[in-house]
């Protein structure tokens, strides 16, 4: 189970943390990754971790802004979301992948076998 929080309404330039913590499962056997899916649109990348933490990917219109982190101790992967805008306004899920590729196909939600419930995120101009 992944159980996502941490959403809310700010403001242009704000900062929001958004957590999900699996339970029930291995926590380490999984490469994590964020979503977004705004009202209308597909669901589309955010940020994906590879198991270690050692390595991270990031969806271009975030890179720079988003910080995608995991605390094994606490079986728990996070979002640091800095300088919103308008345009990041969706409802936000997390994923769990098992699948042994290179972290670069973890852009596609075709390779997560586990999703979270979404955690709405607001930023107002």
């Known amino acids: 189970q992944l159980q996502a929080s941490g959403g809310g309404s700010v403001q242009t330039g704000g900062s929001l943390t958004l957590s999900c913590v699996v339970s029930?499962?291995?926590?380490?056997?999984?490469?994590m990754g964020w979503f977004r899916q705004a009202p209308g649109k597909e669901r589309d990348f955010v940020a994906a971790?590879?198991?270690?933490?050692?390595?991270?990917v990031y969806a271009d219109s975030v890179k720079g802004r988003f910080t995608i982190s995991r605390d094994s101790a606490k079986n728990t992967v996070y979002l640091q979301m800095n300088s919103l805008k308008p345009e990041d306004t969706a409802v936000y899920y997390c994923?769990?992948?098992?699948?042994?590729?290179?972290?670069?196909?973890?852009?596609?939600?075709?390779?997560?076998?586990?999703w979270g419930q979404g955690t709405q995120v607001t930023v107002s101009s």
């Open positions: 029930g499962r291995t926590f380490s056997e999984f490469v």
């Open positions: 971790i590879s198991r270690s933490g050692g390595n991270t």
């Open positions: 994923a769990a992948g098992r699948s042994m590729t290179t972290l670069a196909t973890y852009k596609y939600k075709e390779q997560y076998d586990y």
